[in-house]
């Protein structure tokens, strides 16, 4: 049941970023073809991002489809959100140390 959640969970991500990587690049070449300097970091960010979620989504299922048990594959998957975790716990400590001030 968990690799299920996280699987989904994935999926939307991976096509959430995929939608957003495939506007940005239009509105890319379509500024481009207006004659407007635009940088393209935004378009390659979101392709980027949506690159590692689809591989990270794919390496998951395989490995749930390869092994007997799912536990590697919540690993794979879970990986972003445990960076997003650490981070969340980092910027809170920040938080307490500096007195909430922000500068």
């Known amino acids: 049941m968990f ?5 989904y969970l ?14 940005y690049v239009f509105v890319y070449f379509a500024n481009k073809r207006l004659g407007h300097q635009e940088s393209f970091f935004m ?10 979620f689809i591989f990270i989504t794919i390496t998951g299922f395989f ?12 690993f794979v998957m879970g990986f972003p959100y445990f960076l997003l975790i650490l981070y969340g716990l980092f910027m809170i400590a920040i938080l307490i140390s500096s007195k909430g001030r922000w500068n």
């Open 3 to 7: 690799y299920s959640i996280i699987f």
């Open 10 to 23: 994935n999926c939307l991500i991976s096509i959430f970023l995929s939608y957003q990587s495939a506007m």
């Open 43 to 52: 378009s390659a960010r979101y392709l980027t991002l949506a690159a590692i």
């Open 63 to 74: 490995l749930k489809k390869k092994l007997a048990s799912p536990i590697p594959a919540i």
